[in-house]
């Protein structure tokens, strides 16, 4: 399913308001991993139905490169949902990669939404499976439930932590979403960015993070990537061009990591096929074994991804 965009890199995830024809345009120069054109939040409710058919005209006659192209829809609990669906999917489903469904809050919704890409891909004479999912997390009530939704469709791509809409849902006393807390000693986020994580990979899906709001303060976004980045989050949302830049370089290995992972996966391989065959055996001054290839190929594909060869040498 989706298997265009399963495995591309979504370092940098690009928010574009749906009902902005000059962003729209904008963002297929931006050098994104992904792009995802939004009818929700940043769409004014009055504005919502025109947003549609711009998007649809963004998607079809704009030059999105390779880029990962999404619409984010409206929730389930809106009466946009189904026809944000028909109107996009049913007008421009061939470029478009995936939708991303906000507030999922249990398995049921994200199978409703795979009923109904499955219909309006027939009808559009598109192959079903065709389009993707990307589930946002960002109530409470998701979060409960983040395993069950990791599990609910072999459409789902990418599993998404949203802060801003989170941090309301938990009432916490805060006005600015996803950004640090300096009162908090700690990361307040750190068992949600955990359970998010493990959901994600143990359902093969990609782990991103939401938006940081304060899109001036590039020092500090950079400082905030790192918690996700250290995690195992494979990127996060941009809302601006200069967090593209941060999120690509952040979000991807350095040289020297990238290759000493292959360096990694080659003594690993002889020592484990010539000679004695040993399963473990030292690398420089540790001890590698099985743990080490599948912490190592990791580094490789985000490399890879990331566009890196392989040092000479
Ligand atoms: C994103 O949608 C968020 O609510 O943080
Ligand atoms: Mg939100």
Known sequence: MSERTRNLPRRSCHAVPGSNERFLEKAQGIPADMVFLDLEDSVAPLEKEAARGKVVKAIREGDWGDKVVCVRINAWDTEWTV???????????????????????SAAQVVALDLLLTQVE??????????????????????????????????????????????????????????QIPEYPGDHFHYVFSKILMAG?????????????????????RDYCQRTKTLGFDGKWSLHPDQVEVLNEVFSPTQEQFDRAWDILDAYEKA??????????????EMIDEASRKMAI????????????????
């Open 201 to 221: 990979r143990a359902n093969g899906l990609q782990v991103i993070d939401g938006p940081f709001l304060k899109i001036r303060e590039l020092d500090a976004f």
């Open 122 to 179: 027939k009808k559009a004479g598109l192959p079903v499976g065709h389009v993707g999912i990307e589930a946002q997390i960002e109530t409470t009530r998701g979060l409960i439930n983040v395993e069950e939704i990791c599990a609910a469709s072999p459409r789902l791509e990418t599993i998404i932590f949203g802060p801003a809409d989170f941090a309301a849902s938990m009432e916490m006393p805060v006005l600015t979403g996803g950004v």
């Open 83 to 105: 026809f944000d669906v028909l109107e996009v999917v049913g007008g421009e489903g061939e470029r478009l990669d995936e939708v991303m469904l906000p507030k999922v809050e």
């Open 298 to 313: 990791k580094f490789v594909s985000r490399g890879e991804r990331a566009g890196f060869t392989r040092s000479a040498g």
């Open 272 to 285: 484990t096929t010539e000679g004695d065959r040993r399963g473990a055996v030292m690398f420089g001054d």
